[in-house]
């Protein structure tokens, strides 16, 4: 029934049929994307959506893609982990921005019942790794969900969402297709995020060119993350953060596992070209500010992990302001009693 309400919308959005192939009588693939280079209507036009669309897509047709994956793959492992900590089973879940599915092959079908799996570029998700769970994948937009509301019980996204041009629309929309006492389970990238590379070709640019153009794709601050959530509509939330610190042995190879994962800069501004020689002067000041001290250069990861919960009658509240009957002053008066009766 559901495989039907998704594809009658599609149909509807796309003004045509639904393109679906079915692989081993697991996997089903159908297709929602919006018009190229289409935005919300109020948000800011930051990213090339398009031009992510074939980074994503070149990175997944590579003859060895999962030589990249391997920050990725811990990311999905630890959203997982994360899914497992909930004491609930979940019989529909979706994955935004799946890429080859690197949070699904960390699940299994006594957890998830069965998984939708979405993203823009549609050799990650012909590539995608396979699993136990019954899954079905889905060509959209992070911003454009095809769903019905109250259509998942889960909801899980990694490593995706600090590519959208219109964040509060997405969680909004993850917020619209959860079922009520959902949960949404995230990771994406945060601001500290390869500062040491922003850095050095800042300052290698503006030594050799006299001023620099941003060459790292700006991310949300923790703070923000938080309220955007709450504005969506969440409750319950969890923001934490932390840093996976990973070794390369050097700036270019960084760049090289950085494209490999489809994660090179998208936004409009960005230089197109930077000079030969400025490159290899941010190599030197990478090194020479950075290195450690077997010779290799570290690469910071920051990352988000967000948990939300979608409002339900059941869902424990806090007390109303003025019910407690009991006044922080009297605890001192408690502590004191307390010491009385061991002596």
């Known amino acids: 029934m559901l495989r039907q309400v998704v594809l009658s919308r599609l149909y509807a959005r796309l003004g045509g049929p639904a393109v679906s192939a079915a692989s081993g009588g697991r996997r089903e693939v159908a297709s929602s994307v919006p018009p190229s280079g289409s935005t919300s209507p109020r948000a800011l036009n930051i990213f090339d959506r398009e031009l992510k669309r074939k980074q994503k897509n070149w990175a997944a047709r590579q003859p060895e893609p999962m030589k990249f994956d391997y920050l990725k793959e811990e990311i999905g492992s630890q959203i997982a982990d994360r899914v497992y900590d909930i004491a609930r089973d979940f019989p529909l879940a979706l994955d935004i921005g799946c890429g080859r599915g690197y949070i699904a092959q960390h699940l299994n079908k006594d957890t998830v019942g069965k998984i939708f799996q979405t993203d823009i570029a549609e050799h990650a998700l012909k590539n995608s790794v396979e699993t136990d769970i019954p899954t079905v ?190 006044s922080f002053g009297d605890l001192a008066k408690l502590n004191n009693t307390m010491s009385q009766g061991k002596k």
């Open 137 to 326: 994948n889905i060509l959209a937009d992070e911003e454009f969900l095809p769903f019905p509301e109250n259509t998942f019980d889960l909801v899980v996204s990694s490593l995706s969402l600090h590519w959208v041009n219109d964040l509060p629309r997405a969680l909004e929309q993850i917020h619209y297709v959860l079922k009520p006492d959902g949960v949404f389970v995230g990771a994406m990238f945060g601001g500290d995020t390869l500062y040491e590379l922003r850095c050095s070709l800042q300052l290698a640019e503006t030594e050799r060119e006299g001023g620099f153009s941003p060459h790292i794709s700006p991310f949300t601050a923790v703070n923000d993350l938080g309220h955007l959530l709450g504005r969506a509509g969440f409750n319950t939330l969890t923001v934490d953060t932390d840093e996976i610190q990973v070794n390369y042995p050097g700036m270019f190879e960084l760049m090289e596992d950085l494209k490999g994962m489809g994660e090179s800069n998208c936004s409009w501004n960005r230089k197109a070209l930077l000079h030969r020689d400025t490159m290899l002067a941010a190599a030197a000041v990478y090194r020479e500010m950075y290195s450690n001290e077997d010779g290799s250069i570290p690469a910071t990861y920051q990352i988000y992990h967000m948990i939300g919960w979608k409002y339900h009658d059941s869902q424990a509240r806090p007390a109303e302001r003025g019910s407690a009957t009991v």
